[in-house]
């Protein structure tokens, strides 16, 4: 390694020699920080440049830049060199693959202001060398927006609708156009960007630009600009677990914010505990048919419980349903015969008990009932013998 530095430095005497060139031209470029920045360099070789291709890029320092502080990244036959720099170690790399087609621009994640300064990019191909500098500036200020809704994950079953929340407020009432952008990343430290999920901008909503999702998000604000770029996804996939970003930009300012999509499989269901079994009673006497049941998830939308009677060989008729639990309230006087004397053992049937109580039997209440326990996510049944002796 350092035989190739001393060879690289060598070459990097005169700005240009030989015919590579390089288009892009000096700059200077503004990022936030957090922010990931791209700092250009684009080459063209000419039939001359017969050496192998090496790119550097360094970090100049000093008042007219004369001081070469760090090699932050290189390109030396065919491998990439980025563990110079103990500052930007893992947030530096090449922007492309292209490098050898004439793009030597590179990345730079997650920048702080002390990264600002002025950056040489550096193309030699034997005997050519071409150079271009980029003046980076890191501001540590938000600009005029902000984005209130902390990073966090959010963990749905599979199916449902998420909603992933970024609110936002102005900071400065003399902003420019709002755009906002929610993004897919990926990687590690969530370095790559992978999709565009969906844009707002000059005050319109592209959602349809990411197939995976098409038809299936949606800014759930009617006001984004009032500071709600909140957005729902529904029927959520095991596919569409990972990491979205909210941007939220508007001059000067750019924030963003992280949010975690956890997606389970979990489908969630309803079982009754209660064994099938036959109850007697004598006449007259209170019969108890328990039915208990758990839910998961616990809490999922209403609950529908009904006792019925049946009849028939394989007990395939309803005969009667004469009470119901039902969003909360209880429905027990449309059966005559057991006005009065039926009623749910428990005050907290939610918890998981439908069991009911039937007082004063009468030989005519023998037969089958079935326990009935419904909500989102299925249906299930408990049957049970009750016989009456006179
Ligand atoms: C750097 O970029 C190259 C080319 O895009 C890629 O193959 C490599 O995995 C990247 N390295 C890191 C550490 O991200
Ligand atoms: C967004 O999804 C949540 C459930 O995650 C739902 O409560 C809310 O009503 C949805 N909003 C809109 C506007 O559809
Ligand atoms: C239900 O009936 C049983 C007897 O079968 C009795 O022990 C219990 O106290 C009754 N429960 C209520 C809430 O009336």
């Keep these: 390694m350092v035989f190739l530095l001393g060879f690289l430095f060598l070459c990097g005497v005169t700005d240009h020699i030989g015919s590579v060139s390089i288009t ?4 200077t470029i ?8 791209h700092l250009p360099c684009m080459f063209t070789l000419s039939p001359e440049d017969q050496g192998p291709l090496d790119i550097e890029w ?19 036959v065919d491998k990439i060199y980025s563990d110079f720099y103990q500052d930007m170690r893992g947030r530096v790399n090449f922007t492309s693959n292209g490098i050898t087609s004439g793009e030597a621009s590179i990345k730079i994640r997650d920048v702080q202001p002390a990264d600002s300064g002025t950056y040489l990019c550096k193309v030699k191909t034997a ?6 500098t980029v003046q980076l500036t890191v501001v540590d200020y938000i600009g005029s927006v902000s984005i209130t809704t902390p990073e966090q994950t959010i963990e749905k079953d599979q199916g449902e609708t998420v909603h992933l929340p970024c609110m936002f407020t102005f900071i400065s009432k003399d902003q420019g156009p709002l755009n906002i952008e929610w993004l897919r990343l ?11 999920v969906i844009l707002y901008s000059a005050d319109k909503i592209h959602d349809d630009v990411y197939p995976d999702l098409k038809g299936r998000v949606y800014f759930t604000s009617n006001d984004i600009k009032s500071g709600d770029a909140s957005i729902n996804i529904t029927n959520v996939q095991l596919s569409d677990a990972g990491t979205y970003q909210c941007k939220v930009k508007t001059y000067p300012g750019t924030v963003n914010r992280n ?11 309803v079982s009754i505990t209660t064994p099938e079994q036959t109850i007697q009673k004598a006449r007259g006497e209170t019969v108890h048919l328990p039915c208990t049941f758990t839910l998961s998830p616990e809490d999922h939308g209403p609950l529908f419980i009904d006792w019925m ?8 008729v309803v005969n009667r ?5 039902l969003a909360d309230k209880i429905y027990d006087n449309f059966y005559q015969d057991m006005k009065g004397r039926v009623q749910f053992t428990s005050n907290d049937i939610r918890s998981g008990e439908a069991s009911i109580n039937i007082t004063d039997a009468r030989l005519s209440d023998a037969g089958t009932y079935q326990c009935g326990v419904s909500h989102a996510f299925g249906t299930a049944k408990g049957t049970i013998q009750l016989t009456v002796v006179g």
């Design 30 to 37: 503004q990022e936030v920080q957090g922010e990931t920045v």
């Design 309 to 316: 009677q049946l009849t028939g060989p394989q007990n395939e």
């Design 259 to 269: 949010l975690q999509l956890a997606v389970t499989d979990h489908i969630g269901s």
């Design 58 to 76: 360094l970090r100049l320092s000093g008042p007219n830049n004369e001081a070469m502080d760090h090699v932050i990244i290189l390109y030396a």
């Design 186 to 196: 990926s990687g590690p430290n969530n370095e790559a960007m992978d999709h565009v």
């Design 24 to 27: 892009t031209p000096e700059q």
């Design 127 to 132: 005997p050519g060398v071409a150079k271009t």
């Design 321 to 325: 349903m004469f009470i119901v639990y």
